[in-house]
């Protein structure tokens, strides 16, 4: 009984302390999937829910980088979009990601302000779509060519 009581003291710690690293300690930021994905944008935003408690947010958006866990200061891109939530109310937002370079990996998280500080949501990540270029068209009309030959072939036989 005496480990199950320190087992489960160990889980709520390290609960307690996992949401006040991710600045969710009161007011719940979570980052929405990334989808749209192009050569060089995409589509992602957040979801912000504060209690009645909590401090109205004064900016909003979301960061992008291809290193981890990009920050308002240290990022790739950003947008803002605005104000809002103000105190016990809820928003989701969207946000246009532009400017990415083909085939490359970003990490991607919500973020809001307030006046205690900036906080973010979880990590996603993704990968832009990489272009085939002229040597992967030659390869891919290649293997068509290839593939219509076999289907005549096997038909005259």
Known sequence: MKKLIIYI????????????DWGLFEAMISTQPVYNIT???????GSIN?????????EKGVVWS???MPTTLVNNGITEQGPG?????????????????????YYVR?????????????QRIFT???TLGEW???????????FGGWFVMRKMM
């Open 66 to 68: 291809t290193s981890t």
């Open 39 to 45: 050569n060089n944008s995409a589509i992602s935003g």
């Open 136 to 146: 992967g068209l030659i390869a891919l009309g290649l293997l068509f060519a290839s």
């Open 85 to 105: 939530p103000t105190s016990g109310n809820s928003t989701i937002f969207a946000s246009n990601l532009t400017g990415m370079q083909l085939g490359t990996k």
């Open 50 to 58: 504060l209690t009645v408690d909590d401090n109205d947010v004064t």
């Open 9 to 20: 003291a160990i889980l709520l710690f390290a609960n307690v302390a996992m949401r006040a």
């Open 128 to 130: 832009t779509i990489p």
């Open 110 to 122: 919500a973020y809001m302000v307030n006046v205690d500080g900036t906080f973010y949501g979880q």
